[in-house]
């Protein structure tokens, strides 16, 4: 695959979720709890975008490069959306951001990328489950039980479209203004999260615990980056001191490495874990709003 050695700890977080909620998913079906097959059919489309993400479904250019910072200046991917590469370009050119600035809006044009991604392959998985639903002939207790897995599906879509918007809508206004030095966050998932928890139905009292909350999450994802950084950069000393033949100096950086490596590993799942749990509360607090 080829990947860096950032996209390699990600990768491992990602499956380590992924393996958690199978082995709960086991557990649920042993009990004859999900006899609707939703769970199971959440955790396949779970897996798809991981594939996609980390170029293993099969198909060429789909993998995306590390780009978590910005290497000499110039970002080394595509948006993949004419309204985004504009938006970028009029960013880049303002002489509104720093190099700081520029690197943090990068993420938050990569960050949105994804969701189009992911709301693709959601997108992609619904419109099959239709087609398999039409040429039904006889409707049965089956089926009535597949039409609310696919209103289950179609709210997901409408949750994840509503973030779409949300966030272009972010990007086009601190692309053209800058950003708001006022602004209570800074990473793109927590202001996504945020966005959406102002729109779900929470207490007063309720909505401030989230808010101090995602200020705990924001600090373990910069957290996170730090240690992604501290691995790329012990990554390249890994493969200059290979070259130079000192035994010493090489094992003491592969020992560098390796505890770097565990702990982005950890860092990682707890930040994706985290994500996946205020994510789910948000979802449940949006559902409440169309009931």
């Given at each position: ?112 990328k994804e969701k189009i991604r992911e709301y693709n392959i ?77 729109s779900a139905n929470f207490t007063e009292k309720e909505l ?41 100096h090489l094992n003491r950086n592969k020992e560098k490495y ?34």
């Amino acid at each position: 695959l080829h990947l860096s050695a950032v996209k390699l700890a990600e990768l491992h977080s990602d499956l380590k979720i992924q393996e958690k909620d199978e082995l709960s998913w086991k557990k649920l079906k042993a009990e004859g709890l999900d006899e609707d097959g939703e769970k199971e059919a959440k955790l396949r489309r779970n897996l798809n975008v991981i594939m996609t993400k980390y170029g293993m479904n099969g198909k060429k250019d789909s993998q995306l490069v590390d780009t978590n910072y910005i290497k000499d200046g110039t970002e080394s991917d595509t948006l993949d959306d004419p309204r985004l590469e504009k938006l970028w370009s009029k960013a880049k050119t303002s002489g509104k951001f720093s190099d700081e600035e520029l690197a943090k809006l990068w993420r938050e044009f990569k960050h949105h990328k994804e969701k189009i991604r992911e709301y693709n392959i959601l997108l992609e998985t619904v419109s099959r489950t239709e087609d398999i639903h039409k040429n039904v002939i006889n409707p049965s207790e089956e089926n009535l039980v597949k039409e609310e897995i696919l209103h289950n599906k179609h709210r997901e879509l409408k949750d994840k479209l509503r973030s779409i918007n949300q966030g272009f809508e972010r990007l086009r206004k601190v692309s053209h203004q800058g950003y708001d030095t006022t602004s209570e966050f800074e990473e793109p998932r927590v202001i996504d999260l945020w966005d959406m928890a102002k729109s779900a139905n929470f207490t007063e009292k309720e909505l401030e615990s989230f808010r101090e909350e995602l200020k705990h999450f924001e600090a373990k994802i910069e957290k996170h980056h730090h240690y992604q950084k501290q691995l790329e950069i012990s990554h390249q000393k890994l493969k200059h001191v290979e070259g130079t033949g000192d035994k010493d100096h090489l094992n003491r950086n592969k020992e560098k490495y390796a505890m770097l490596e565990e702990k982005t590993k950890e860092l990682g799942y707890k930040v994706k874990k985290h994500l996946q749990d205020l994510s789910s509360r948000i979802s449940q607090g949006l559902q409440h709003n169309e009931l």
